[in-house]
Nanobody, 126 residues
Framework: QVQLVESGGGLVQAGDSLRLSCAAS????????MGWFRQAPGKEREFVAA????????EYASSVKGRFTISRDNAKNTLYLQMNSVKPEDTAVYYC???????????????????WGQGTQVTVSS
């Protein structure tokens, strides 16, 4: 059974840092693009960041560029999202996702991704 399990969420203050992790099990995603999305209450799920299997191509949403960093450790089958200088508007449930197509490029569309985690809550207080 393939699983993506996010961790690292919590309640932080504006300006703080947080690192999310997404551990994959059941199969390896070392050859697959992966991404982070988030969904705030009453809003649609939105793209945050994505990375190719090799890490050579990375994309960020404009709202997080310069503050968040996506990375991966293929040996550990784990995806990360380093969140710095967080803002109240970053409050959301954060989901990691994986594309089952090997060696694909990054995508901002959630429809591209075949596997999803259950999400981890990030709450930023002002």
């Amino acid at each position: 059974q393939v699983q993506l399990v996010e961790s690292g969420g919590g309640l932080v203050q504006a300006g703080d840092s947080l690192r999310l992790s997404c551990a994959a099990s059941g199969r390896t995603f070392s050859s697959n693009a992966m991404g982070w999305f988030r969904q705030a209450p009453g809003k649609e799920r939105e793209f945050v960041a994505a990375i190719t299997w090799s890490g050579e191509v990375i994309e960020y949403a404009s709202s997080v560029k310069g503050r968040f960093t996506i990375s991966r450790d293929n040996a550990k089958n784990t995806l990360y999202l380093q969140m710095n200088s967080v803002k109240p508007e970053d409050t959301a449930v954060y989901y990691c996702a994986a594309d089952q197509s090997p060696y694909s490029t990054t995508s901002r569309s959630p429809l591209t991704y075949d596997y999803w985690g259950q999400g981890t809550q990030v709450t930023v207080s002002s």
